[in-house]
């Protein structure tokens, strides 16, 4: 590929044969400088450790894949990082729209996203409270050098108390040496537009400092909602090089902001199997028709690295993370309703302030479910190289999260929010009694102290690979609830006093109020007490690697790892006080690895014991949800995935998984006397047993041809499987231009058409209770679009 093409395929340099390939998928500072020494160079025939992008040689002893920008910039512009692992073996990736600025969900060897940790250059990204992953909210692609995914384990050193089924973890890029601007604007179906424009300083001053700059913008209707996406993104990243040594300082910048409309966009399996989930409603104005989910999301990242003496080496990430969103609908009161909860007068006033007729029997008000969370983070390793085949790390990281939940209810105008966070920043709904309406208020903090020790080794003349390590994070939960909590996941907030009080579990009782908040198949009106908890969770959790080369470009590897998720927040907030116990897992890898000038293969065998599986369970009598664990799951399979480049310019990748999964116990009744849910011996749900991948890439003089497929199996749709999504297929195309006779600036054109046969699927699942019908989002249909950029 001549240099003019390879320009867009990587926004810095390409990997090349000097690469340390086996920092590919690491996450920190400190783990990136272990596996890029001496001991983890990656030797292959031809000097080639990477084939187009979307395979990359590895040496760790751990089951590992990489993707870098070379692939990254062949998918559709400004889309999620996380679709650019989608073909990656054992990796399950959706989206609820074709260009990724809704939001997704991803699995990974059974695990869902809130059981695997995602992060931006080592920092976590998950959410503090519930764990989860919003896919909408990340980097753009265009700022990345690689994503790097670790299959069921973790790195010694990784800030995370959930994250049993592995990592995924995105590499800023650095500043390139000399300036430039690149301007890259883009066009598609669903009145999709997007531009991005980023500058390079270049090497500036005496000491070489570098940076760089980004911002883009984008809108586009949903396919199958009201409304659509309006997204901007600032990032930014400054680079001083200490000397010639690698030392460096580091300071990345990132904030998003999303204003997205939706609506009921999930389907049930009967409404799919009817042709339904894939027309846009029409708007009716001073409707109720749609719910917002606004976000505004920004990070500041620190990294560092210090030679401190001879083989001793200190590396230091700090980081600030800041969140405000929601996602959020209506709900609509009567006046009787009002004065129940906020005294005699509140529903006049109400009524009053929010412009309804006098005659009117209801009103519709705003109604947030918002998280804002303040999060600080400091990851550090100190690294002894006791000599060229000896190397002992000790790392710690602290992490704190301050996480505030509330709901505090707003005013409609014509159907929409009067403000996109409603009563938080916009004018609340004050109440007789001086309170405001809201659907859930509390606060929690996160606090993680984690103590992490490494040994790597070389033996054998360079062959056997050996690394042991020791997580031992303490993680801390303190928990403050201001309302009167009726299950996981509703809550009154009220100055009202409850009418009785039960002795026995000290829950309470408000047959009195009525409304949104009091439904009537909570028949009794009970709820627990407003109050402050704590808990604590700690463990050891080694792991242990060993790599054996035992011929050129071949070698076999094994690893054990231990992990643990601490319960979400929503699993200990409840009408009683749930104490569910943290969910563990063993991981064993048995790996063999295939590393040349032409092919880069490897195939793993895999078990995990899982243990503790944390579900929530729907009691129909009281209509709340509580969290309880199930007991044990068994998880085993087979990864592997293979990148073929025969002659130059054509390509060829493939992946496959097979996994088997088994809940050993049945769930225990739901109500004294009730039956016990029969999970013993079923399947995970969302979890298909085979996956495939196929990528072909095909260069012709100024023209670069791709064409890739995912084959998802089967999943069933609950715990009892009694429900099954069918199984898919999705065909991608991209079809990259490049003039070569174009000598002003470089350029591309590049048509990008997401499920080119247009399939009708089911993504993700939504299933809220383990023997309930599942919730679907409809996969998007052909969507073509069409990018040029331009750089200089």
Partial sequence: MTNRKRVFWATTALFSGLIMAGAASAQSTGSQTVETTELDTVVVTGNRTGIDGAIVAQRNPRSTATVTDQYIQTQNAGQTPLAAVNLVPGVNFTNTDAYGSSGGDVTMRGFDSARISLTVDGIPLNDTGNYAIYTNQQPDPETLSRIGVNLGTTEVDSPTASATGGTINMVTRRPASDFGVTLVGSVGDESFNRYFAMI???EIGPWGT???????QTEYDHFNALFGVDK????????????????FISLSGHYNENRNFFGNQQVSLAQFNQGLGYTRPTYVPGSTQTGINPSNTGNIRGQSRFTLGEGLRLTVDPSFQYTLAHGGGNNTWTRAQLDSIGGVGSGDLVFTAAGAAPTATTVTLARPNITNTHRYSVLSSLIW????????RAAYTYEFGRHRQTGQQGYLTNGMFDNWFAGRDGEPVRLQDGSILRRRDRLSHATLNQFSLEYRGSFVEDTVDLVV???APFFKRELNNYCYQRDTSNALCTNVAPTVVSAADGTVRFPTITGPYNTPTNANHIYGVPGSFERKYDDLLPNVGLTWRFAPNQSVYTSYAEGISAPRTDDLYDRTQSDPVPETTKTFDLGYRYQSGTIIASVAAWRTDYKNR???????????????????VTLQGIDGQIGWSPVDGFSLYASASYLDSEIKNDLPPITAGGAPIPTAGKMLFETPEWQYGLRAQYELADFVFGLQGKYVGERFANDINSEIAPDYTVVDMDLRY?????????????LNVSNLFDKRYLADIRTFDPNGTGAYHVGAPRTAMLTLGVAF
Avoid: C, M
């Avoid at 190289?385 to 002992?392: A, E, M, P, R, T």
């Avoid at 490049?738 to 590049?750: G, R, V």
């Fill in 738 to 750: 490049t003039p070569s006779w174009l000598s002003a600036a470089d350029a591309y054109l590049q």
């Fill in 210 to 216: 570098a940076a760089w700059f980004s911002y883009s």
């Fill in 614 to 632: 944390i579900v929530r369970v729907f009691d129909e009598v009281e209509g709340e949800s509580y969290s309880r664990n199930q007991g044990e």
């Fill in 385 to 392: 190289d006791i000599n060229d085949s000896h190397q002992i």
């Fill in 469 to 471: 390590g020791l997580r």
């Fill in 232 to 247: 901007k993104q600032f990032n930014g990243r400054i680079y001083q090089p200490l000397g010639d040594n690698g030392d």
């Fill in 200 to 202: 390079d300083t270049g």
